[in-house]
């Protein structure tokens, strides 16, 4: 079973763009989560979704925004980029909301 | 948001079993106790997880407090793959399910 994948692995943005990451989870599952790792801040959560329903939110500002798609693929989108934002972004789904957490290996966005 | 709290880093010796504490204070009584490690240039990798009750699988085992206000994973004989970042983090219930990080615990194992 192929697992949760990550595109880009890298990018490279300046600021005042805004960027779109995918996650493709593993092959039924229905829930996906996105979250934002720095060396400052460390691992925080972004939001999650299950259903194509945002189910819950991280304490991040509105330029961040995802959805997910019928199949269960999903995307972040962040506008207005900012120097802070750059930093690792990982996604992972499971089975079921609540269920163990399988992550991609991420994409590192680095904004100039 | 409840938080948690862990160690910074801890060191093992190789073949000895290892007991990696977290603090969760403030959890709630639905909030799961979940346990990930991460490798560099890698996503976190699931270990284990419970809510009440202690939990074993082919990794790791798991004990929480009767009072589940602390945790404590143990790695029952650490290799040099073990080496890794652990977090304990909460799934907090509410509506949905937002996932609160702690900073980890950097496990050195030495040969």
């Known amino acids: 079973k192929a697992g949760v994948t990550q595109t880009p692995r890298y990018l490279i943005k300046t600021r005042g763009q805004q960027v779109t990451l995918s996650c493709s989870p593993i092959?039924?599952?229905?829930?996906v989560s996105w979250y934002q790792q720095t060396p400052g801040q460390g691992l925080q959560f972004l939001f999650e979704y299950f259903s194509e329903t945002q189910r819950n939110k991280g304490n991040f500002p509105g330029r961040f925004s995802g959805r997910q798609f019928s199949n269960s693929r999903s995307e972040m989108n962040v506008s207005t980029l900012e120097l802070g934002d750059s930093a690792l972004y990982l996604c992972a789904s499971s089975s079921a909301v609540g269920e163990k957490l399988f992550f991609g290996s991420g994409t590192q966005l680095s904004v100039l | 948001d409840a938080k948690t709290t862990q160690p910074n880093s801890m060191e093992s010796n190789e073949e000895e079993p290892v007991h990696l504490p977290c603090n969760h204070s403030?959890?709630?009584?639905?909030?799961?106790i979940h346990w990930y490690r991460q490798l560099p240039s890698q996503g976190p990798e699931y270990v284990i997880h419970g809510l009440t009750s202690n939990v074993n699988n082919r990794m790791a085992s798991l004990a929480i407090a009767e009072d589940r206000k602390s945790s404590t994973l143990i790695l029952h004989r650490a290799t040099l793959r073990d080496a890794a970042v652990y977090y304990c983090?909460?799934?907090?219930?509410?509506?949905?399910?937002?996932?609160?990080f702690g900073a980890g615990t950097r496990l050195f194992v030495k040969a």
């Open positions: 983090i909460l799934r907090e219930y509410t509506g949905g399910f937002k996932t609160i």
């Open positions: 403030t959890i709630s009584g639905t909030d799961y």
């Open positions: 092959s039924g599952h229905r829930s």
